[in-house]
Structures are given as structure tokens and as C-alpha cells.
């Protein structure tokens, strides 16, 4: 029979009542301890009870067992525990899996709502997942995490399978294929050592993860004195809604990049540039890291004081897993931006912010048809205009339309352009005219926009 046992969180200390109402297998985990304080200081009065759940039958962790810890002379045990969080308000804000595996870190596949761990506004990447408990469904926002096993699964695996279980959850992108980290381990390509026990992830490895899943992954490097190109890359990525896998050298660790802080209002940046990118309003990113619960915040400032201890600058290469129809890349596009703007090509004025990233054509119109503020003759082409499944959005905002989220100018480009296409526009407009590329030729209308409100919003933002 399933047992369920609840506790009350009324202070901080009770969170060590979990050691008592969870099975001898988990809280011999001396790792596990550990957890409990991260949870106290992670997690703290923000929950207001948690229900224990054992035995429960994790898929991800079965999916090692069967491939692996059942060869094992040593037990390793089936059974998992669920422990299930509520706010003060009976909210459900997600689970935590405890596996029996006893010489590591022990959480399998886990699902928690940002709000519970969060102490500062952030915009992150996150699907709507489902659980079970005792007859009844609940939904909880999140993105997929889990430690790694060490023996089985190392931080690139874990960092690829959070990704790929973010896209199976959200877009189907994974081509219907039953995706588990069993999987993932199994499929692998051998290089010159097994598999099993695992030694680690090289990136040819991990692009090798994507692939199988109909990714056509970009593998970028970090520059020495190019930290803001890098950032900018990675940030576009981000807000298309695109998960970067990150890789550390220096840290010889592997996470996951899967959204940014706060937009600053900030006056200490030049107006005399010819353009300002979106990115330099922004100082944090937060990750997904196996080694900690998840919604980490890490500075772009490597003096910068932060609750995790890697900045950008610890970084030296990103994994993009793009979609497979995607073929301009962030780069290419950038330079043709830059041009664009460079050539008086647009009516703007000198100091415009710049901000890029992917959208799916569906959403893009479906927030033009819903926008009460756009032109109506701008709205007409942009929902009557053919698109790829993909395109590249370039918002153009002065300072002030900037603030109150409102642009001025937009380009659209085509995603599946080649990287020399010098011209991969599908529509470009600015306060005077709108231009357009319809039946293989331009065309073009003279006509008075004012700045409208738009939000690409790929990412979703929490304690904003």
C-alpha cells in the first residue's frame, strides 16, 4: 500500500522531520542531509507543508535500474519516495524524487516551481508538468531537474536530458521517442572508453544527444575579451526560448542556461552608440545545475556577488539545440542587423535598443492579431504575410517606448536563410513606411506607425 505522511512547515527546523518519516534507505544518505539544509535556506517558509509519498515507481530512475543497477552484486532497491510541496495558500508547487542510490546525491526526476525557490524577479524557460497524487491531478510550471548518478549519468547527461524533457513536454520536438536518461545513457555513441560506469560527456557527445532527438545542435565558443558577444549570443537564445547547455572548463562542469533576472532601468550606458543591445540591460542569468536545486542565479560580472559560484566568464562553450529547420544563426544575423542599421536603412534615431530573438510565426501573429494598439494596415500584412515556422524578430525601441515595452521599428527575417544572404528580411518597418517581401518581390507603403506594445514572450517571468 502506498503510504502518505504529512508535515507541517511552521519554522525552519521542521524540515528535519523528513529524516524521520522517509524510509531508512534515503535518510542513510548522508548527502541527503544536506539537501535538507538547501531546502531551508532555498526553500524556507515559502512551503507550508510536505506530503511524503512511498513507494513510488520513478520511470527515470527505472530506466538506470534496468540497464544498469540491476547487474549490480548489491541490491540497489526499486522503490523511490516523492516528497510533494504546498504553499501557505494549499498551492501544489511541485515534487522532489528521492532514489535509493546511496553514494551521491539521490534526487531523480523532480519538478518544482520557480516561485518556491526564487528571491528576485526572473524570466525563465518553463513547460506546465503533471502529477498524480492519491487519485487527484495537479500541474505545476517548472523545468526538469535532477541530480546526476555518478556511476550512471554524469552533469552533460543530466543537462541534456533537462532540455530534451523540457521539449517533449512542450513542442513534441522529440519525434514521439520514449525519452528517459536510460535512453539517452543506452543510445550513446562508445568513443575509446564504455559507457558504463560513465567518466563524463565530451561536447561532440552531447551534440550527438540532440541530434538523435532531430536537433541540429550549434556548438559556440567563448572568446578571451569577447564576454559580451558571448553573452548576447546566449541571451538570444534564451529568450527565444531555446535552453542553453553550458560547459565549464575550468569548473569541469556541465549545466543548464534556462533563463535571465531583472530588466535593469539603467542610465550609465552611452547614447552616443549607433545602436545598444537589449542585452546590456540585463546582469543575471539563472541555471539548472544537477548539483543544487534548481532557478540558480549567476552574475555576467565575475566580481559580482552571487548565490552561485560561476559567473559568464566561467563558461567557455554553449550547446544551441536548434530546431532543425532553423538555418540562420544568432551571428550571421546580427551582422546584417548591425549593417542594416549602420547603413540609415531604418528611420531611427542614433542610441535605438536592439533586442533579437526566435519566434514561431503562429504566436508572432497571434500576438499581432490580439494587439489593440498596432496599425491596422501593419497588422493586415504581418498576418497576412508567409512565414517559415521560425523567425527571427529584431525590436527596435527608443529609450522611452524601451521602458514601457513598446517598439518603433521591427525587422522580420527569415530563419531558414543561408548565412550569405545578405538580405534575409521577410518585413522591415519604421515610423514612415512599411516594407514587405511578397511573390518573390518587394514591396513597399508609405505610412504614419506609431510605437505599439509587443512582447516576443517566449520566457514567463516569476515574482515580477
Known amino acids: ?38 531546502m531551508k535556506e532555498r526553500i524556507g517558509k515559502k512551503c507550508a507543508r510536505i506530503l511524503i509519498e512511498f513507494p513510488y515507481y520513478d520511470s527515470e530512475y527505472l530506466s538506470s535500474y534496468y540497464i544498469y543497477y540491476i547487474k549490480k552484486f548489491k541490491n540497489a532497491g526499486k522503490e523511490c519516495c516523492r516528497l510533494h510541496f504546498f504553499n501557505k495558500d494549499n498551492k501544489y ?14 534526487f531523480s526526476k523532480s519538478f518544482l516551481n520557480p516561485e518556491l525557490l526564487l528571491e528576485s524577479p526572473a524570466y525563465l524557460i518553463c513547460e506546465r508538468f503533471k502529477s498524480h497524487i492519491y487519485g487527484k491531478k495537479y500541474y505545476i510550471e517548472a523545468f526538469p531537474w535532477m541530480n546526476q548518478q555518478r556511476d550512471f549519468s554524469m552533469c552533460g547527461h543530466i543537462a541534456a536530458w533537462s532540455i530534451l524533457k523540457y521539449y517533449e513536454n512542450s513542442f513534441s520536438l522529440t519525434g514521439g521517442k520514449n525519452l528517459s536518461i536510460g535512453e539517452i545513457v543506452e543510445h550513446l555513441s562508445e568513443q575509446a572508453n ?7 560527456l565530451n561536447l561532440q557527445q552531447i551534440s550527438s544527444i540532440f541530434k538523435a532527438y532531430n536537433f541540429t545542435p550549434i556548438i559556440i565558443k567563448r572568446e578571451e575579451g569577447k564576454e559580451d558577444e558571448f553573452f548576447r549570443e546566449v541571451l538570444a537564445y534564451i529568450e527565444s ?25 539603467r542610465n550609465d550606458i552611452e547614447d552616443n552608440k549607433e545602436f545598444i543591445m537589449h542585452a546590456e540591460y540585463i546582469d543575471e542569468l539563472y541555471i539548472s545545475d544537477d548539483n543544487y536545486l534548481p532557478y540558480r542565479k549567476i552574475e555576467c560580472k565575475r566580481e559580482a556577488k552571487t548565490e552561485a559560484d560561476i559567473t559568464i566568464s566561467d563558461i567557455d562553450f554553449a550547446v544551441i539545440p536548434l530546431y532543425n529547420r532553423i538555418h540562420l544563426e544568432y551571428r550571421a544575423l546580427y551582422e546584417r542587423v548591425k549593417s542594416y542599421i549602420e547603413t540609415n536603412n531604418l528611420n531611427v534615431k542614433s542610441g ?49 517606448e524601451y521602458t514601457k515595452n ?12 543561408s548565412a550569405g544572404d545578405t538580405s534575409p528580411w521577410l518585413l522591415v518597418h519604421d515610423d514612415t513606411s512599411i516594407k514587405f517581401y511578397d511573390k518573390e518581390e518587394w514591396k513597399m507603403l508609405k505610412e504614419k506607425i506609431e510605437p505599439y506594445q509587443f ?7 516569476y515574482l515580477s
Open 194 to 200: 564504455r559507457k558504463l560506469p560513465s567518466t563524463g
Open 241 to 265: 526560448g531555446i535552453p542553453v547547455l553550458a560547459a565549464s572548463n575550468t569548473k569541469e562542469h556541465v549545466f543548464s542556461i534556462i533563463g535571465h533576472g531583472k530588466i535593469k532601468n
Open 455 to 461: 512582447n516576443g514572450d517566449n520566457l514567463k517571468g
Open 93 to 106: 508547487c511541485g515534487y522532489l524524487t528521492l532514489r535509493p542510490t546511496k553514494h551521491y546525491f539521490n
Open 352 to 400: 535605438i535598443i536592439v533586442r533579437i530573438y526566435l519566434l514561431s510565426s503562429n504566436k508572432l501573429k497571434e500576438k499581432v492579431l490580439q494587439n489593440t494598439e498596432i496599425n491596422p494596415k501593419l497588422q493586415d500584412i504581418l498576418l497576412r504575410l508567409e512565414m517559415p515556422k521560425y523567425v527571427w524578430c529584431v525590436d527596435l525601441s527608443t529609450k522611452s
Open 1 to 38: 500500500m502506498i503510504e502518505y505522511n504529512e508535515i507541517l512547515i511552521n519554522c525552519i527546523d521542521d524540515y528535519d522531520k523528513i529524516l524521520d518519516n522517509i524510509d531508512q534507505n534515503f535518510s542513510d544518505n548522508i548527502y541527503f542531509c544536506k539537501a535538507i539544509d538547501e
Open 406 to 417: 513598446k517598439v518603433s521599428a521591427r525587422i522580420i527575417a527569415d530563419s531558414t536563410a
